[in-house]
């Protein structure tokens, strides 16, 4: 179903898509070429077929180990359906960025100026008229091309982004799953005088000449005491980059991971 929808999708897109003029060539291409992948992804479900509702039973029976076995199986399983986008994305990506940086070296060359890979800056150059002549050419056709291979990476960069949503909140659950402190809650359920915030004493018989008698009752923690004080460390994974880092990413077409493990180390 998500491949025909993704047929559908990219048809459109070799069309005329909201009216916008596209390089017809490139767009043919890019559209064939999308599609070939889909042809083989398509294959490849159909030689899988008659293994996939024997993998499917084995997958529901390991969710018996857990709800939160459950999720990441869910999240697994989304993963590997959407893995045709994940391919589109990173082809769209790769040819959006490569123009990308082709222009922006480009332009360099209209101003006189160089990137120096040595002292990692922008340094003064002179060119000749047969370079200006080729950089003019070549900054022309990329920037007329750009258009087209920005439609199909904003449309597929979309797409990735959703699936990325979906198993960031999946991974957002399981790592809440993990943490909260189920003994303690179910102490909190069934004796709550084990966990004890504090005790608190009640006047119970005052007669005059005789002892005071006091009643003391202990005073047991609330459920978000519970969770505030005895929540379990998480391993899951968090955000890499910051939003502005993230939107310079989209923008330059560098391929985007956002989530990362705690065990690993920040660039």
Known sequence: RIAKELQELLEWLMGAPAGLKMNKALDEVLGRFFLYHIHLWISYIHLMSPFIEMILWYVGLSACLGLTVALSIVSDIIALLTFHIYCFYVYGARLYCLKIYGLSSLWRLFRGKKWNVLRQRVDSCSYDLDQLFIGTLLFT???????????????????????????????????????????????????????????????????????????????????????????????????????????????????????????????
């Not at 198993?167 to 084990?194: E, K, T």
Request: net charge positive.
């Open 141 to 267: 056709i990329l920037l007329f091309l750009l258009p087209t291979t920005a439609l199909y990476y904003l449309v597929f960069t979309l797409l990735r982004l959703v699936v990325i949503i979906v198993q960031g909140l999946i991974h957002f659950l399981v790592d809440f799953i993990n943490s909260l402190p189920l003994y303690a809650l179910g102490l909190r359920l069934c004796r709550p005088y084990i966990l004890a915030a504090g005790v608190k004493f009640q006047v119970f018989q005052k007669v005059a000449g005789k002892p005071l008698h006091l009643l003391m009752q202990i005073n047991p923690l609330t459920c978000g005491m519970i969770i505030r004080h005895y929540r379990l460390p998480t391993y899951s994974c968090y955000p890499k980059d910051s939003w502005t880092a993230l939107c310079k990413k989209l923008f330059i077409g560098e391929l985007i991971y956002p989530w990362k493990r705690k065990t690993e180390k920040l660039d």
